[in-house]
Protein backbone atom coordinates (compact mmCIF):
# COMPACT_ATOMS: atom_id res chain seq x y z
CA UNK A 1 0.00 0.00 0.00
CA UNK A 2 1.75 3.57 -1.13
CA UNK A 3 0.00 6.85 -0.31
CA UNK A 4 0.05 8.58 -4.05
CA UNK A 5 -1.11 11.06 -5.93
CA UNK A 6 -2.10 10.30 -9.86
CA UNK A 7 -3.64 12.81 -12.67
CA UNK A 8 -7.20 12.93 -13.28
CA UNK A 9 -8.61 14.57 -16.23
CA UNK A 10 -12.21 14.94 -16.85
CA UNK A 11 -12.65 14.97 -20.92
CA UNK A 12 -14.93 17.28 -22.80
CA UNK A 13 -17.63 14.20 -23.52
CA UNK A 14 -18.06 14.10 -19.67
CA UNK A 15 -18.50 17.58 -19.33
CA UNK A 16 -20.87 17.58 -22.12
CA UNK A 17 -22.60 15.34 -20.35
CA UNK A 18 -22.95 17.36 -17.44
CA UNK A 19 -21.05 14.48 -15.60
CA UNK A 20 -18.56 16.14 -13.77
CA UNK A 21 -20.57 15.78 -10.34
CA UNK A 22 -21.10 12.33 -10.55
CA UNK A 23 -17.22 11.07 -11.57
CA UNK A 24 -15.78 13.34 -8.61
CA UNK A 25 -18.23 11.71 -6.56
CA UNK A 26 -17.12 8.26 -7.29
CA UNK A 27 -13.50 9.17 -6.67
CA UNK A 28 -14.20 10.61 -3.13
CA UNK A 29 -17.16 7.88 -2.12
CA UNK A 30 -13.70 5.47 -3.52
CA UNK A 31 -11.88 7.32 -0.72
CA UNK A 32 -9.42 9.42 -2.99
CA UNK A 33 -9.13 13.21 -2.11
CA UNK A 34 -9.10 15.96 -4.45
CA UNK A 35 -5.88 17.64 -4.23
CA UNK A 36 -5.57 20.31 -6.78
CA UNK A 37 -8.41 21.08 -9.78
CA UNK A 38 -8.96 23.21 -12.39
CA UNK A 39 -10.78 24.15 -15.98
CA UNK A 40 -8.93 24.62 -18.92
CA UNK A 41 -9.75 24.92 -22.74
CA UNK A 42 -6.16 22.65 -24.19
CA UNK A 43 -5.05 24.33 -27.43
CA UNK A 44 -3.47 21.92 -29.72
CA UNK A 45 0.14 22.49 -28.58
CA UNK A 46 -0.61 21.36 -25.00
CA UNK A 47 -2.96 18.35 -25.84
CA UNK A 48 -0.70 17.24 -28.27
CA UNK A 49 2.67 17.92 -25.60
CA UNK A 50 0.48 15.20 -22.79
CA UNK A 51 -0.30 12.73 -25.50
CA UNK A 52 3.23 13.16 -27.19
CA UNK A 53 3.82 9.32 -27.07
CA UNK A 54 1.01 8.28 -28.80
CA UNK A 55 2.09 10.91 -31.71
CA UNK A 56 2.01 8.88 -35.21
CA UNK A 57 -0.55 6.66 -33.54
CA UNK A 58 -4.06 6.13 -36.37
CA UNK A 59 -6.11 8.16 -33.69
CA UNK A 60 -3.87 11.01 -32.67
CA UNK A 61 -5.47 13.17 -35.01
CA UNK A 62 -9.09 12.74 -33.86
CA UNK A 63 -7.78 12.38 -30.31
CA UNK A 64 -6.26 16.04 -30.92
CA UNK A 65 -9.74 17.53 -32.04
CA UNK A 66 -11.44 15.56 -28.84
CA UNK A 67 -9.50 16.87 -26.40
CA UNK A 68 -9.60 20.42 -27.45
CA UNK A 69 -13.23 20.58 -28.63
CA UNK A 70 -14.18 21.75 -25.04
CA UNK A 71 -12.93 22.79 -21.57
CA UNK A 72 -11.27 19.22 -19.71
CA UNK A 73 -11.14 19.13 -15.77
CA UNK A 74 -7.80 18.67 -14.49
CA UNK A 75 -7.24 17.06 -11.01
CA UNK A 76 -5.19 15.70 -8.66
CA UNK A 77 -6.21 12.66 -6.55
CA UNK A 78 -4.76 11.56 -3.46
CA UNK A 79 -4.65 8.61 -1.50
CA UNK A 80 -3.63 4.84 -0.91
CA UNK A 81 -2.83 3.17 -4.43
CA UNK A 82 -3.93 5.92 -5.71
CA UNK A 83 -2.72 5.37 -9.13
CA UNK A 84 -4.13 1.79 -9.15
CA UNK A 85 -7.72 2.52 -7.92
CA UNK A 86 -8.47 5.83 -10.46
CA UNK A 87 -7.77 3.22 -13.26
CA UNK A 88 -9.93 0.71 -11.53
CA UNK A 89 -12.93 3.60 -10.92
CA UNK A 90 -11.85 4.44 -14.53
CA UNK A 91 -12.37 1.25 -16.33
CA UNK A 92 -10.14 -0.19 -18.77
CA UNK A 93 -8.99 1.30 -22.48
CA UNK A 94 -10.69 -1.25 -24.12
CA UNK A 95 -13.56 -0.09 -22.07
CA UNK A 96 -16.41 -2.13 -23.88
CA UNK A 97 -14.70 -5.10 -21.86
CA UNK A 98 -14.44 -3.52 -19.09
CA UNK A 99 -16.66 -4.05 -15.46
CA UNK A 100 -19.78 -2.61 -15.40
CA UNK A 101 -20.11 0.26 -12.88
CA UNK A 102 -17.00 1.74 -14.33
CA UNK A 103 -16.97 5.23 -15.18
CA UNK A 104 -15.80 4.58 -18.47
CA UNK A 105 -18.65 2.10 -18.92
CA UNK A 106 -20.78 4.52 -18.22
CA UNK A 107 -19.92 7.69 -19.99
CA UNK A 108 -17.83 6.75 -22.64
CA UNK A 109 -18.79 7.36 -26.66
CA UNK A 110 -16.00 5.08 -28.17
CA UNK A 111 -12.94 4.22 -27.40
CA UNK A 112 -11.32 7.63 -27.97
CA UNK A 113 -14.04 9.37 -26.41
CA UNK A 114 -13.66 7.71 -23.19
CA UNK A 115 -14.59 10.50 -20.50
CA UNK A 116 -11.42 10.31 -18.00
CA UNK A 117 -7.45 9.90 -18.01
CA UNK A 118 -5.72 8.48 -15.47
CA UNK A 119 -1.70 8.61 -15.20
CA UNK A 120 -0.58 4.68 -15.48
CA UNK A 121 1.98 4.76 -13.06
CA UNK A 122 3.42 6.97 -10.42
CA UNK A 123 6.28 8.26 -12.67
CA UNK A 124 4.42 8.73 -15.46
CA UNK A 125 1.29 10.76 -12.58
CA UNK A 126 4.92 12.97 -11.16
CA UNK A 127 5.48 13.90 -14.72
CA UNK A 128 1.85 14.55 -15.88
CA UNK A 129 0.92 16.30 -12.72
CA UNK A 130 3.54 18.70 -13.17
CA UNK A 131 2.68 19.65 -16.70
CA UNK A 132 -0.56 20.97 -15.53
CA UNK A 133 -0.31 22.60 -11.99
CA UNK A 134 2.86 24.63 -10.14
CA UNK A 135 3.38 22.95 -7.06
CA UNK A 136 1.83 25.85 -5.19
CA UNK A 137 -1.56 24.78 -6.46
CA UNK A 138 -1.38 21.26 -4.74
CA UNK A 139 -2.81 20.68 -1.77
CA UNK A 140 -1.13 17.45 -0.22
CA UNK A 141 -2.48 15.60 2.61
CA UNK A 142 -5.08 18.28 4.40
CA UNK A 143 -7.34 17.37 6.92
CA UNK A 144 -9.49 19.06 9.55
CA UNK A 145 -7.68 21.63 11.61
P1 LIG B 1 -5.57 5.18 -21.41
O1 LIG B 1 -6.25 6.54 -21.51
O2 LIG B 1 -6.50 4.10 -20.98
O3 LIG B 1 -4.29 5.23 -20.60
P2 LIG B 1 -3.86 5.13 -23.77
O4 LIG B 1 -2.83 5.83 -22.94
O5 LIG B 1 -3.45 3.89 -24.49
O6 LIG B 1 -5.16 4.77 -22.91
O7 LIG B 1 -4.42 6.14 -24.88
C1 LIG B 1 -4.60 7.50 -24.62
C2 LIG B 1 -5.95 7.93 -25.19
O8 LIG B 1 -5.94 7.78 -26.62
C3 LIG B 1 -7.13 7.05 -24.73
O9 LIG B 1 -7.64 7.44 -23.48
C4 LIG B 1 -8.11 7.27 -25.86
O10 LIG B 1 -8.77 8.53 -25.74
C5 LIG B 1 -7.19 7.30 -27.08
N1 LIG B 1 -6.99 5.95 -27.64
C6 LIG B 1 -6.18 4.98 -27.16
N2 LIG B 1 -6.19 3.85 -27.93
C7 LIG B 1 -7.05 4.13 -28.94
C8 LIG B 1 -7.49 3.38 -30.08
N3 LIG B 1 -7.06 2.14 -30.33
N4 LIG B 1 -8.39 3.96 -30.91
C9 LIG B 1 -8.83 5.22 -30.69
N5 LIG B 1 -8.45 5.99 -29.64
C10 LIG B 1 -7.56 5.47 -28.77
MG1 LIG C 1 -2.50 6.23 -20.96
Redesign the pocket.
Known sequence: MNFEQTLSIV?PNALEKNALGDIINRFEKSGLKVIAIKMLLLDRQTAAGF?K??EG???FE??MK?MTRNPIVVQVLEGIDAVAKN?EI?G??SYMNGPEGTIRKDYAD?????AV??S?SPESAKKEIAYFFRENEIFPNYSVK
Open positions: KYEHQPYKLFRMPTDITYNHGD
